[in-house]
């Protein structure tokens, strides 16, 4: 339920890497985890020489300099200075923006409270946290669906990290049932194209203990 490592997820599929995945409760605050991370957030990728990287923006940037210059047309990162610009704005505003409005307090509410024990935060969801989140998501999917109705992709041409960051956090959303697609044909198109990269299966075929998907997350032609 993570956006940014969805998103991180995404791009290490894009570039072909095999990785193996630890899940993390972090409101745990592990000591093992916390030496990785002293901030206590997600993703945290580490590589083959136990070399530690924290953050979306911080990992996305290094595999695209160490990775992504080397991939040419199949770069998540424009080689023009203001399409990288683009690609980054855009990919700020759905891990930042979108998260506060929307993501992070309705994952918080509807998954995080019925796994984090009472003293630490759990218990029964916050309507009115719920009711102003989901009151935001139409500002957003209104943009989503400006954004990819007048330009190939969202940042241009190219499939790029702007893309992936969108998706990622659709994704958590479509998972609760939060959005109704009726409403976003154009956003649906774009969506759906992203589903079918081979990069997305994982993320489709996981499943949440105790709180299963609506019945076409899946579905790659819902």
Same mark, same amino acid.
């Given at each position: 339920m993570s956006t940014a490592s969805r998103f991180i997820r995404l791009v290490l599929s894009e570039? #072909?890497?095999q990785v193996d995945l630890i899940e993390e409760?972090?409101?745990?605050?592990? $000591?093992?985890?916390?030496s990785l991370n002293?901030? #206590?957030?997600?993703?945290?990728?580490v590589d083959d020489n136990m070399r530690v990287l924290c953050g979306p923006a911080v990992i996305?940037?290094?595999?695209?300099?160490?990775?992504g210059v080397l991939k040419r047309d199949r $770069?998540?990162?424009a080689e023009d200075p203001f399409q990288r610009a683009e690609i980054r704005r855009l990919t700020e505003w759905f891990l930042q923006k979108m998260e506060q409005d929307v993501t992070k307090p309705l994952v918080r509410e509807r998954v995080h409270k019925l796994l984090i024990p009472n003293g630490l935060g759990g218990g029964a969801p916050d309507s009115k946290v719920l009711r102003t989140a989901r009151g935001n998501i139409r500002q957003h999917m209104k943009y989503l669906s400006w954004l990819? #109705?007048? $330009?190939?992709?969202?940042? #241009?041409? $190219?499939?790029?990290?702007?893309?992936l960051a969108a998706a990622a956090a659709i994704s958590v959303l479509d998972y609760l049932g939060e959005i109704d697609w009726s409403e976003y044909p154009i956003a649906k198109e774009w969506y759906q194209r992203l589903k079918s990269r081979p990069s997305f299966r994982p993320l489709l075929a996981e499943r949440l203990r105790g709180l299963t998907p609506v019945s076409h997350y899946a579905d790659l032609d819902f």
């Open positions: 570039y #072909g890497f409760q972090t409101w745990e605050k592990r $000591r093992e985890f916390l002293p901030a #206590g957030t997600l993703p945290v990728y996305s940037e290094f595999l695209d300099e160490t990775h $770069r998540l990162l990819s #109705g007048s $330009r190939p992709w969202l940042a #241009g041409d $190219r499939l790029s990290y702007a893309d």
